[in-house]
């Protein structure tokens, strides 16, 4: 910098030619003397004698006249030149300006940017008045440096208690701000004043001043100690990198500035959202099978995630649930539960689910929707499996006085009925209630339910749990049938099938040895229910009642020459003897019961084969000893269902219940 500074240089008469000036009408020697001084103002009207290069400059004119004379009046011509001497011809007037009422003039329109370093002048000459005589004042220098007013900008982020958080890490939530200090500098001269003005602020994302805007705050004053401050950001709790570029606005004397690029970066705090599916007795049952109609929930626990500062608070705010049909939380939302608050221990419940009777997979989604201090978060998916509640269906075909014949056979012209008992299965949670509504009962013409349809009985309520389809009476010539019912389900339990039941009406008899083959022939002959028995010492005892009886049926050969061969089973389990055929008395009738034809025992004398000659309709009948099972190991069961069949068929059936009597 130049420190030399020239005496103000005193004022020449001869200079007046130098400069131009048209001398006033005055007599000199007959008027008074004026006096002008003048001195160079920067733009902010203080007196300067070096500024920096870009200052703005003009003069300020002072006229004095006489002591307690007249304010001199009239104009004054400025000079201006672009040495420091105020010599040669200038290189701008001013043309005349006019005094103001105190002799001043402060030459504002006449004001020059010193873009050069150097030395310039500035000379002013007063051009007299009726009073006073014109006086030309002092050379002004001016000496240019080739600095310019620089300035300093010291910036800092600082947190909400100060602290300088400048390049650091910061956690999510802390409140930060920019604060510039503009200060004057090295080479601003003395005299001109500190800096003045504003700064703006940017906040960008990212930590180099050019990514997207995230906040601007124009036109920050400074303070008397060149303190400017940004308005406060709170930092997100999603974190990230961010960075302040502070920029001064400059003044009448000082350039605009921008401060260096500072970046900070925020730390995300974490959750953790730990969830359970419960039903209300609180177990978990996350990943598990329930049955359906349990009533189940979710629960989110949300806690601080590992690496959150301590000084951070617990998490606070909300929990959203949302229930999904399917296991992996993207199918239809069966509920929403949104906004459920954490307690003090962090837990957010759902509303409660009741299960649906017909079972499916399901998932819950719980979302914490954050707070100021933490980002919103999913937890894992969670699903559960809901097995459908299923009752349990039981079903009797039964005759008329109640007896199970379900699988059995029966007399042609039996009237069955069938029963379904539908009742809660175990393990069926209690909340559910016991199965109600209606059963359906068909009935088909053979014994796999799936033939020709018989009769159906739909919509058959269940009254104390059990429903009672229609009376069926089977048909004089037998056959062979099956129940099938149908639950038709409520609410709470799934439709289901009962089991098929199959029921055989036979046309075969057992009778006493009163009836023979006329009265079968004529339909007169009563059925034998049962022949009773006594046991001792595990033995069948002698004495069974009746001590004979007739197996009689009905058969029709298609093919000559046929064999028919009858045989007998029972129902026990520790295979129980067989009646044996009283006297080889096995007989095959015509039609009309006119003749017979004996067979041939088989089965060590339980049964008998009949080789028939012309296809036809025939009676068959067989004459057994009950005596002959006297002696053998007693039943088990005790009582025993015998059955005769030919090999016909079932239909050509008769059965017989063995019954231990007292
Ligand atoms: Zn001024």
Not at 186 to 211: H, K
Request: contains cysteine.
């Amino acid at each position: 910098m130049i420190i030399h500074r020239l005496r103000q240089v005193g004022f020449g008469s001869a200079l007046a030619g130098c400069l131009g000036i048209v001398a006033s009408p005055a007599v000199a020697g007959s008027t008074p003397a004026s006096s002008t001084t003048s001195m160079i103002h920067n733009a902010a009207h203080t007196v300067v004698t070096s500024v920096n290069v870009g200052a703005t400059v003009h003069n300020l004119v002072i006229v004095a006249g006489a002591p307690g004379g007249p304010v001199p009046t009239g104009e004054v011509d400025i000079a201006w030149f672009v040495n420091g001497q105020c010599s040669g011809p200038p290189v701008a007037s001013s043309g005349p300006l006019a005094l103001d009422p105190t002799g001043q003039f402060d030459a504002t329109t006449f004001a020059f940017t010193v873009n050069s370093a150097g030395f310039n002048s500035f000379q002013a000459q007063y051009l007299g008045d009726f009073t006073y005589a014109p006086s030309v004042g002092p050379c002004e220098t001016l000496e240019v440096d080739a600095e310019t007013n620089d300035v300093g900008v010291v910036t800092h982020v600082k947190d909400a208690g100060g602290t300088d958080v400048t390049g650091t890490t910061v956690t999510a939530g802390t409140v930060v701000h920019d604060e510039a200090t503009v200060t004057r500098g090295p080479n601003t001269p003395a005299e001109v004043p500190d800096p003045t003005g504003t700064v703006t602020f940017t906040l960008f994302q990212g930590g180099s001043c050019n990514g997207s805007l995230v906040a601007t705050d124009p036109n920050a004053p400074i303070n008397a100690a060149g303190l400017a401050t940004s308005v406060s950001f709170t930092t997100p709790t999603a974190g990230g990198t961010f960075s302040y570029l502070a920029n001064y606005s400059g003044d009448a004397n000082y350039p605009q500035h921008e401060a260096d690029c500072e970046s900070f970066t925020v730390a995300a705090n974490t959750v953790t959202v730990v969830t359970h599916v419960r039903d209300t007795g609180g177990n978990e049952i996350t990943g598990a099978t329930v049955p359906a109609g349990t009533v189940t929930h979710d629960e989110a626990t949300v806690a601080k995630g590992a690496g959150t500062p301590a000084a951070v608070p617990n998490p606070t705010g909300t929990v959203s649930f949302t229930l999904f049909g399917g296991g992996t939380c993207n199918g239809t939302v069966i509920e929403t539960d949104p906004n459920e608050p954490l307690n003090a221990a962090g837990l957010a419940t759902s509303v409660t689910f009741t299960t649906p009777t017909a079972g499916g997979t399901f998932s819950y989604l719980a979302h914490y929707n954050g707070d100021a201090n933490f980002p919103q978060r999913d937890a894992d998916c969670e699903s559960i499996t809901v097995a459908a509640n299923i009752a349990t269906v039981t079903t009797h075909v039964r005759d008329a006085a109640g007896n199970d014949v379900t699988g059995e056979a029966v007399n042609a012209g039996t009237v069955l009925h069938d029963e379904a008992s539908v009742a809660r299965t175990a393990g069926t949670p209690a909340v559910v209630p016991d199965p109600t509504g209606t059963v359906d009962f068909t009935l088909y013409g053979n014994g796999t339910c799936d033939g020709t349809v018989i009769a159906t009985d739909p919509g058959k309520p269940l009254s104390g749990g059990t429903a009672t389809s229609a009376n069926f009476t089977t048909p004089a010539t037998g056959g062979v049938f099956s129940y099938r019912a149908h639950y038709s389900g409520d609410a709470h339990y799934v439709p289901q099938d009962g089991a098929c039941e199959p029921v055989t009406a036979q046309i075969g008899k057992i009778t006493l040895t009163d009836f023979e083959c006329p009265s079968i022939l004529a339909g007169t002959a009563p059925a034998l229910g049962q022949v009773t028995y006594s046991a001792v010492g595990g033995k069948i005892a002698q004495g069974l009642s009746p001590g004979a009886f007739y197996y009689w049926t009905k058969i029709t050969t298609t093919v000559p020459n046929q064999v028919v061969t009858v045989t007998q089973s029972n129902t026990s389990v520790n295979n129980a003897a067989l009646f044996g055929v009283l006297q080889g008395w096995d007989r095959v009738y015509t039609s009309t019961c006119g003749s017979w034809k004996a067979g041939t025992l088989i089965a060590n004398g339980s049964g008998a084969s009949f080789t028939i000659g012309a296809p036809g309709t025939y009676f068959v009948g067989i004459k057994y000893a009950t005596k002959s099972i006297a002696g053998t190991v007693a039943p088990v069961p005790a009582n025993l269902t015998y059955r005769f069949t030919t090999s016909l068929g079932g239909v050509t059936g008769g059965s017989v219940l063995l019954k231990k009597g007292n």
